[in-house]
């Protein structure tokens, strides 16, 4: 046993089961990241998407399960791996997927791309491109939210691969320290770029570094939605209520490379395709579903509906102008208030 | 007039912004409890509480980036690097975060945050503490970066810089803070990018800001005495730059040397060098010169420290070099 006190563990869930009817929209969520995220590497290997892309399939339970503990006020601050989360908080597949093609309808205007997607309507607060320096961001939306009394949290988001930066470690002493409504999110996907968790940390589950500074800590299972939705919901309630951060490391997989560039020729074989049959979050919650008494005509109306989102985002994409490079100076410096 | 300090000027600014805007916070190491390495926060914690005067642990990589996360949340904090040596270690947070989100975001979330603290060398603090670093936020488009030679230009910089919508980096110097001039009690600001011309002169101009513009005065006087009429014309701003009041300048005495701390190679004198050549080539008299210190890191010994620093004799020699009597 460590010689100091030890944070004690994150409490039950405030929240309810939820019923076939609460978990229906959930699961849509799910294979709606899934469908555009396919479409985007479609788009991908079309050329219209260039540059980076670094897709979530594998792991869509975990954004779609923090989101239905969230409230609306509630901010997001994540790293690359982010068009998921955006479409989970709130961003329209139409606008994530114009912005993946660097256009004018983006969420960010077509001046992000695929890492940097912002839509402040839904305070998603933006992807980042340097692994760990978001945590600090993070924090710092917390210091806001709790001396403006919002009574809202920030959720800042960073992979396994984060987790041995420097920032993420600032983060975690400064938000223990001031006691901020951050709850930091790492989704332990296995693999930091291509290195697997084990090769990058003698300490495996991360959530344990959060015990260094006090902070209140849980590892969990990200692959039901169900459970990521009931352990996020009480780690996001404990920092609402001004307790503090918590850390929760996330168990997810991602089903494809880093990014789209990467065959993932580092994972062990037959790995790939056993997580797939044992851990793939939209099969799970479609089993689920069946057992609360969902019909084959539900799953089919949802998978139809699906179908005509994904499909509808890439054209939309498609179909949008580019940015007007009369803008290309227009957000170097933001203009006085008047 | 009264006259202050200029670490009282500075506090100063602090003082009005946070009294007029809760949302303005100071945070820093050692700037509540101890009232700043150099004092310039001194008394701000018992006026403001902790909740606004915030303590840091040693730790500028995370109090940089949470500043940025505030800024974008709705406060405007004002983060102090105890030496601008240390920011080094929050550089991504300052460049890839606070320059660069407003852009990456189309304009969905301003920073309004200043990093301000000492800048260059002071005395005998050797390699690691006597860093310039104007070249390095100067060269980066998002940032607004700001450096006051006198108490006057401190207070009012420093309120603009809190108010403005975008991260100002502000350089302040530790051999400069216990320097006297004159403050009104009145409230006043200074707009960004306005040169000013600290002595006039009608034979060559010393384009320099910040600490060296006293070293430029001084060097002034010592031509003055030889007949050569020097004006010295103190940036005040980096970015934005005021190219009107170099162009006039030059236009005016057709020989210019431009005065700068830190290294010579790809300094911001550089690019006021390249400036005046490519819109001002035919009024020029004579190649413009830099002075700036040498091309070598800190050392900590007097009498290698005296020979890299820029000193009043080397700016004078410089002037007399474009003067054609060298």
Not at chain 1, 79 to 84: K, V
Not at chain 1, 86 to 111: N, S
């Amino acid at each position: 046993m460590p010689d100091f006190p030890l944070p004690p563990p994150l409490p039950a869930s405030p929240l309810p089961d939820l019923d076939k009817a609460g978990l229906l929209p959930l699961w849509e969520q799910m294979l709606t990241i899934r469908r555009v995220e396919e479409m985007a590497a479609k788009a991908y290997t079309e050329r219209k998407i260039l540059g980076f892309c670094h897709l979530y399939i594998g792991q869509e339970s975990v954004a779609v399960g923090a989101a239905a503990a969230c409230r609306p006020e509630d901010r997001w601050v994540t790293g690359y791996r982010e068009h998921g989360q955006a479409m989970a908080k709130g961003v329209p597949p139409r606008a994530m997927m114009a912005e993946l093609f660097g256009k004018r309808t983006g969420a960010a205007h077509g001046l992000g791309g695929s890492m940097h997607i912002f839509d402040q309507s839904v305070h998603f607060m933006g992807g980042y491109g340097i692994v760990g320096a978001q945590c600090a961001l993070g924090t710092g939306v917390a210091w806001s939210l709790k001396h403006l009394r919002t009574g809202a949290v920030c959720l800042t988001w960073f992979g396994d691969g984060a987790a041995n930066q420097g920032a993420f470690f600032e983060s975690m002493c400064l938000a223990q320290l001031y006691r901020l409504p951050v709850v930091f999110v790492c989704e332990n996907n296995l693999y930091a770029m291509g290195t697997s968790v084990e090769r990058s940390s003698a300490l495996t589950d991360m959530s344990l570094r959060g015990l260094g500074v006090g902070m209140m800590r849980e590892q969990i299972d990200g692959f039901d939605v169900e459970n990521v939705r009931h352990r996020m919901g009480a780690a996001i309630e404990y920092a609402r209520a001004g307790q503090g951060p918590v850390i929760v490391e996330v168990v997810t997989y991602r089903h494809r490379g880093h990014s789209m560039s990467d065959p993932a020729k580092y994972r062990k074989p037959g790995e790939l395709e056993e997580k797939k049959k044992s851990s793939d979050p939209t099969v799970i919650t479609e089993l689920r579903l069946r057992e609360l008494g969902a019909t084959e005509a539900e799953l089919a109306a949802i998978r139809e509906r699906v179908e005509v989102v994904a499909k509808d985002a890439y054209e939309f994409a498609d179909a949008s102008p580019p940015p007007d490079p009369a803008d290309l100076y227009r957000y170097t410096y933001a203009p006085a208030r008047t | 007039m009264p006259v202050i300090t200029m670490r009282e000027a500075l506090r100063q600014a602090m003082q009005e912004e946070m009294r007029r805007d809760p949302t303005v916070f100071l945070m820093g190491e050692e700037v509540a409890n101890s009232d700043g390495a150099y004092k310039v926060s001194q008394g701000m914690l018992d006026e403001f509480g902790p909740d606004r005067v915030v303590d840091t642990p040693i730790a500028e990589n995370g109090f940089a980036g949470l500043g940025v996360g505030a800024a974008m949340a709705g406060m405007r904090p004002i983060i102090e690097f105890m030496t601008f040596n240390f920011s080094l270690v929050a550089y991504d947070q300052v460049i890839n975060g606070a320059a660069k989100v407003y852009q990456m975001s189309a304009g969905q979330y301003r920073c309004p945050i200043v990093f301000r603290g000492p800048n260059g060398h002071a005395e005998n603090l050797a390699a690691q503490h006597s860093t310039s670093a104007d070249s390095l936020y100067a060269h980066f488009p998002g940032l607004k970066v700001v450096s006051p030679s006198t108490p006057y230009d401190a207070t009012g910089l420093l309120k603009t810089a809190i108010r403005d919508d975008n991260p100002v980096i502000f350089f302040e110097s530790e051999l400069m803070y216990a320097h006297k001039g004159e403050v009104p009690d009145a409230e006043y600001l200074i707009p960004f990018g306005q040169a000013e011309l600290k002595r006039d002169g009608t034979d060559v101009t010393l384009i320099t800001w910040g600490k060296p513009v006293h070293t430029c005065l001084a060097a002034a006087a010592q031509l003055e005495a030889e007949g050569i009429s020097a004006q010295v014309l103190d940036l005040r701003t980096l970015r934005p730059l005021d190219h009107d009041a170099i162009f006039n300048a030059v236009a005016k005495t057709h020989r210019a040397v431009v005065v700068q701390e830190g290294h010579l190679f790809a300094g911001v004198g550089a690019e006021i060098s390249a400036r005046i050549m490519e819109s001002a080539f035919d009024l020029l008299d004579a190649p413009v010169l830099r002075v700036t210190n040498r091309d070598v890191p800190q050392p900590y010994a007097t009498n290698l420290e005296k020979l890299v620093v820029i000193d009043s004799a080397r700016v004078a020699a410089a002037a007399r070099t474009v003067m054609g009597r060298s």
